[in-house]
Nanobody, 120 residues
Framework: VQLQASGGGLVQAGGSLRLSCAAS????????MGWYRQVPGNQRELVAT???????NSADFVKGRFTISRDNAKNTVFLQMNSLKAEDTAVYYC???????????????WGKGTQVTVSS
């Protein structure tokens, strides 16, 4: 299983970016997909996750600014980030909880990370 993220980059404060992450490989079902972020020297923190049924768990700092969505048919999760702030600068990691076959337990996978830089 691989997670391929895209959409990071440099944007001015107040601007927008859209991250995408597609899961590929031997996939029976995806229980949850989402995004975490990490600043050097800090722990990785939750941004938002979404279950296959659409249940969302998100950090307080994204409320009203970021929207997570998912295309189950394409095994893809999106993060629309609006009103970006300098403190949103981080490496954003895609995360997924995936079952590879009906005989196996779910495993957690991470993408390589995509840099988001917000200039003030």
């Amino acid at each position: 299983v691989q997670l391929q993220a895209s959409g990071g980059g440099l944007v001015q404060a107040g601007g927008s970016l859209r991250l995408s992450c597609a899961a590929s490989g031997n996939i029976f079902s995806i229980l949850r997909m989402g995004w975490y972020r990490q600043v050097p020297g800090n722990q990785r923190e939750l941004v938002a996750t979404i279950s296959g049924g659409g249940m969302i768990n998100s950090a307080d700092f994204v409320k009203g600014r970021f929207t997570i969505s998912r295309d189950n048919a394409k095994n893809t999760v999106f993060l629309q980030m609006n009103s970006l702030k300098a403190e949103d600068t981080a490496v954003y990691y895609c995360n997924a909880l995936i079952v590879e076959s009906r005989y196996e337990k779910a495993r957690e996978y991470w993408g390589k990370g995509t840099q988001v830089t917000v200039s003030s």
